[in-house]
């Protein structure tokens, strides 16, 4: 009997059962005897595994006898997949690439890690020197949906870092518990609306985003800037603009790909951008930008976060901008990036200072001085949007000042 070993360290990987199933492989050689580990065996029927999560298989030695063996010494297994989309890593954070699996001497298995970059069906295979081949199946899937928090009241008090600069009143806070925040309109009071200030054609449809249990999901945004719900509905709008304060999301998407140039993000653009004004400020809360920029990367087709302050100037019909030379975060140790995570952003009279589960990941200098000193005469409007065929998930979002 062939035992599957796969496993779920860290919510990596939701099996719905553990199986016991028989495989037969080549015939064993004829000069194997029953103690000598003539076979490599791992799980044989399909797996689905969540696109961008990262699940462990345990690869395991078999003597001809069918019995789990130990090696005499050291034995390296060489692993493949189909055709270039399945990663595989070395280590559980599945960080560090590898196509190799050590089993040390006087064991009888060794870890392997393997995460899809995109959906289909795959087939693994596993060989060592004196070892039988052995494959199976695996099968890429959509992410499944995000554990919300479900109906929630608005926080009582401020996250430690907001309280400490001053920032302790609450003015501006969704739970998403129902559509009744969001505009169908453009029109009326409202945390939300659709109106895209750089391209109107291209707003987010009702069909491109829902709220279930106490999250905002914005499907697929098509506007090519990330553009899929802000806090203001014109040029001219009097309300949804901030000046100063901790700005805070709890969010989360799965690290995919990028298709037509947006990309997940929770940001923050100056009302005197939309008006012609020069220069004006772009604060960026977080971005999930597509593949390995440098720093906080996932896979392949992963993504690099990003926390970025621009100051943008135009001139005869075009713009250029500045922005700090490092915009990418020193993230928590073992971030997962499946998971939700809280995203927030401190900016002050001097600074900015970007949070990541509240503690602090990157600081940059701003107001006179400084290269961005537009932000501090600018009033910002916030925006929740992602790329096409990405989903993001808001759980909430929260300004305090």
């Known amino acids: 009997m062939k035992h599957l070993f796969f496993q779920n360290p860290k919510n990596y990987l939701v099996i719905a059962a553990f199986l016991c199933v028989y495989v037969s492989h080549n015939a064993i050689p004829a000069h194997a005897a029953a103690s000598v580990a003539t076979r490599l065996e791992f799980a044989s029927t399909v797996q689905t595994i969540p696109l961008g999560a990262c699940s462990v298989v345990k690869i395991a030695t078999a003597s001809g006898s069918m019995q789990l063996a130990a090696v005499a010494a050291p034995t390296t297994v060489t692993v493949s997949g189909g055709n270039g989309n399945l990663e595989f890593f070395s280590n ?26 995109k959906e289909g069906s795959y087939v693994l295979s596993v060989k060592a020197p004196g070892y039988n081949a052995a494959t199976q199946n695996v099968v890429i899937s959509a992410p499944p949906p995000p554990a919300c928090s479900g109906s929630q009241a608005a926080p009582a008090a401020p996250p430690a870092q907001a309280g400490a600069a001053g920032f302790k009143n609450l003015v501006f806070d969704d739970e998403f518990n129902s559509t009744s925040t969001i505009s169908p309109n453009n029109s009326g009071t409202f945390n939300w609306y659709t109106y895209n200030p ?119 019909g075009s713009s250029s901008s500045v922005q700090q030379p490092n915009d990418v975060p020193a993230l928590p140790e073992n971030f997962n990036f499946d998971a939700f995570h809280i995203y927030g952003c401190l900016w002050t009279k001097d600074s900015v200072t970007w949070y990541i589960d509240n503690q602090p990941v990157m600081t940059v200098a701003t107001g006179p001085g400084t290269k961005f000193n537009a932000l501090e005469q600018d009033h910002m409007f916030l925006v929740l949007g992602t790329g096409k065929n990405w989903p993001a998930t808001y759980d909430y979002v929260h300004v305090w000042q």
């Open 92 to 117: 559980a954070a599945c960080t560090v690439r590898n196509a190799e699996v050590v089993i040390p001497a006087s064991q009888n298995f060794g870890n392997l890690f393997v995460s899809g970059s």
């Open 198 to 316: 750089y391209t109107a054609s291209a707003e987010l449809n009702k069909n491109e985003m829902e709220v279930n249990n106490g999250c905002l999901t914005i499907l697929t945004d098509l506007s090519g800037y990330s553009d899929g719900l802000t806090t203001i509905h014109s040029t001219s709008a009097t309300s949804g603009t901030f000046q100063h304060g901790y700005f805070e999301a709890r969010m989360q998407f799965y690290p995919a790909g990028s298709e037509g140039g947006a990309w997940p993000a929770f940001w923050s653009y100056a009302l005197e951008g939309v008006q012609g004004a020069s220069p004006f400020a772009e604060l960026d809360f977080v971005e999930a930008y597509p593949g390995g920029k440098g720093g906080a990367t996932s896979g392949n087709n992963g993504v690099t976060l990003l926390t970025t302050v621009h100051q943008w100037t135009s001139s005869k």
